[in-house]
Nanobody, 119 residues
Framework: QVQLVESGGGLVQAGGSLRLSCAAS????????MGWFRQTPGKEREFVAR????????YYADSVKGRFTISRDNAKNTLYLQMNSLKPEDTAVYYC????????????WGQGTQVTVSS
């Protein structure tokens, strides 16, 4: 199993920046990819960004492209999401998730961290 713990959420004004972190522990050698998702009340969870764990491949939702950057530190088993030029519509609970080899889906999730962007 893989355990994930997010941190770094908070309250920021529109146009500001935040960096989220997600620390992975457990069977980290089984990680194939990691991603960030977000969810607001009454809406489905939304994909934000994805990164492969062993090669530098990244993917972004159109809504965050050019403003958010996903990265990882394999030595620290930590995933990051640098969020710049934040907008009120970025307000959500942000979750990190991992896809392990052979799973073909995100099978481990963190508990989430709240990001609130004020206008």
């Amino acid at each position: 199993q893989v355990q994930l713990v997010e941190s770094g959420g908070g309250l920021v004004q529109a146009g500001g920046s935040l960096r989220l972190s997600c620390a992975a522990s457990g069977r980290t050698s089984s990680i194939y990819a990691m991603g960030w998702f977000r969810q607001t009340p009454g809406k489905e969870r939304e994909f934000v960004a994805r990164i492969l764990w062993s090669v530098p491949s990244t993917y972004y939702a159109d809504s965050v492209k050019g403003r958010f950057t996903i990265s990882r530190d394999n030595a620290k088993n930590t995933l990051y999401l640098q969020m710049n030029s934040l907008k009120p519509e970025d307000t959500a609970v942000y979750y990190c998730a991992t896809e392990t080899y052979g799973s073909r889906t995100y099978n481990y999730w963190g508990q989430g961290t709240q990001v609130t962007v004020s206008s």
